[in-house]
């Protein structure tokens, strides 16, 4: 009897420390508003990451959270928006590989070095995708066609991931098609959707709609294994292709942000990741957890940027 009521207070015990942890405080924050900046039109990755965030963030730092998208220059707008913003915590950015690639092809008045990396949270799947309707079954059909017609090819701004990937695409599969680039996710999509375009480069999470209702076909991953989550979907390099890249998403803010907040960021990434009501959102979506912390965000930055711009000397996109 006496090991059972232990038993019973134990659990009891947990039961109240769990009930804690789920009605704990927010966060105190010096901002009351916090401004969340993307280069994505709505609809887009970006746009559709942090949006989704958002929803969230709210339990644990004690703020309220808008998306504002700052679209043109491929980003650039976007960046210059947030290095001339106050460094107080109010005003912060999506990072993805685009803010390195636009910052090292364009020359833009600020560049990545102009922020500071506060915090990663996700690795992305990066996916070639066409319409359900359409003529193609495989990614060897759109490459066939690429070798007879050339092909119309969707990306997002000109110095995306996405863009990359099928500039290397076309390189691995000896193709000339023609890539048409957009601001976006969600205006290629369209254009993917009415046949303008023969596929689209993008992420599962501005598709999961039209995934759901069947419009959308995915017909591979720059993954370098499949997506547990989309088994039957082939690696680019299965399909014969040798391709592979991960996209990240995190945020970033204005260079000399106090220690209080990028603090406070730590915290609170770490349990909106593990927020189970987040989690069975972001699993859907094929997002990754992909947790650094401030203390190391910035030379994770660093190392992607100039690995990048060795690749692209390499090619010879700069100089």
């Known amino acids: 009897m006496r090991k059972t009521l232990t038993g019973l207070l134990a659990t009891a015990m947990t039961v109240a420390l769990g009930t804690f ?3 704990a ?3 105190a924050y010096p901002q009351k508003v916090v401004t969340l900046v993307t280069h994505s039109s709505p609809g887009g990755g ?8 958002s929803k969230y963030l709210g339990k644990y730092i004690d703020a309220t959270f808008v998306v504002e998208n700052v679209q043109g220059g491929s980003g650039a707008k976007a960046v210059a928006r947030v290095a001339a913003a106050p460094a107080d915590g109010s005003v912060l950015y999506a990072t993805t590989p ?9 020359k833009p008045s600020a560049t990545y070095k102009d922020l500071e990396p506060v915090v990663n949270l996700f690795a992305d799947s990066e996916v070639i995708y066409t319409r359900a309707d359409g003529p193609f079954e495989t990614l060897k059909d759109v490459i066939e066609k690429a070798k007879k017609e050339r092909g119309r090819w969707g990306a997002a701004n000109p110095a ?16 000339n098609a023609a890539i048409v680039t957009h601001e976006g996710g969600g205006d290629m ?12 480069i993008g992420e599962i999470q501005e598709l999961r709609s039209q995934i759901a209702a069947g419009k959308v076909r995915l017909l591979a991953t720059f993954n370098p ?14 399909s014969g292709y040798d391709v592979t890249l991960v996209k990240f998403r995190g945020l970033a803010g204005p260079k000399g942000l106090p220690e209080n907040v990028t603090k406070i960021w730590d915290t609170a990434i770490k349990a909106v990741l593990d927020d ?11 997002l990754v957890p992909n947790f650094i912390p401030h203390a190391q965000y910035p030379a994770f930055i660093t190392n992607f940027a100039d690995t990048t711009e060795a690749f692209l000397k390499e090619t010879g996109a700069v100089k």
Do not use: C
């Open 225 to 238: 294994q499949r997506i547990p989550e989309k088994p039957d979907v082939p690696t680019v390099k299965e």
């Open 276 to 286: 189970p009501e987040y989690k069975k959102r972001y699993t859907e979506e094929v």
């Open 160 to 175: 995306s991931l996405e863009r990359q990937a099928a500039e290397q695409l076309k390189r691995a599969a000896g193709v």
């Open 46 to 53: 970006s746009d559709v990451f942090l949006r989704e965030l």
């Open 21 to 23: 942890a789920l009605h």
């Open 189 to 200: 999509m369209l254009n993917v959707l009415n046949g303008t375009l023969d596929i689209g």
């Open 25 to 27: 405080e927010p966060l």
């Open 98 to 106: 685009t803010y390195i690639y636009t910052s090292l092809l364009s």
